[in-house]
């Protein structure tokens, strides 16, 4: 987590391509699309072959969401054809194939990503959701929300999971003692 304001402070006038990138991801969780394809901006004009402003460009179509995405699949995979295969752009081809409803697709890179490492956080809730979607067994979606309690016991989606259940716990003890 941290103090993002903070954090953007400290990178107020970035000095390179990596604190510009830094940038753009800290704007994005921040859920400020806007400020990001500003900085975006500047890193294109900067170097818009170099593989950081190729990465933060993919981050920012994905932001946008929409047909963005299908665009955000390619530079993603085009990146990895230029260099490894790694989790995160593992990733975040999966996250543009949910964007764009083609969950069987992203399946296919979310399992890739875990087979790599099988403890990547952000590959775990998205596995999740992709199961979710696709209507996988309760068994699936059991199995990969146990590695997450096992990797990330504080993670938000761990923590909302059981808020929901124990809201329900609650409203099922309250009706049945209403019957």
Not at 17 to 43: G, H, P, T
Not at 143 to 171: G, M, N, Y
Request: charged share 25%.
């Amino acid at each position: 987590a941290g103090d993002t304001k903070e954090a953007l402070k400290a990178l107020r006038a970035p000095s390179d391509l990596e604190q510009a990138a830094l940038r753009v991801q800290i704007l994005l969780s921040m859920n400020r699309v806007d400020l990001a394809e500003q900085e975006l901006s500047k890193m294109q004009g900067e170097d818009d072959d170099a593989t950081l402003t190729q990465l933060a460009t993919g981050w920012v179509l994905l932001a946008n969401g929409g047909k963005k995405c299908k665009e955000a699949a390619l530079i993603f995979q085009e990146l990895m054809s230029k260099s490894v295969q790694s989790t995160m752009l593992l990733n975040a081809v999966a996250m543009s194939h949910m964007q764009m409803k083609q969950f069987n697709e992203a399946e296919k890179y979310l399992v890739e990503a875990q087979e790599k490492n099988d403890s990547d956080v952000d590959v775990l809730v998205n596995l999740v959701s992709c199961y979710c979607n696709l209507r996988k067994p309760e068994a699936n979606i059991q199995a990969t929300l146990d590695k997450l309690r096992q990797v990330a016991p504080d993670h938000a989606l761990l923590a909302q999971l059981s808020a929901c259940e124990a809201t329900f716990d609650q409203v099922a003890a309250a009706q049945s003692a209403s019957a």
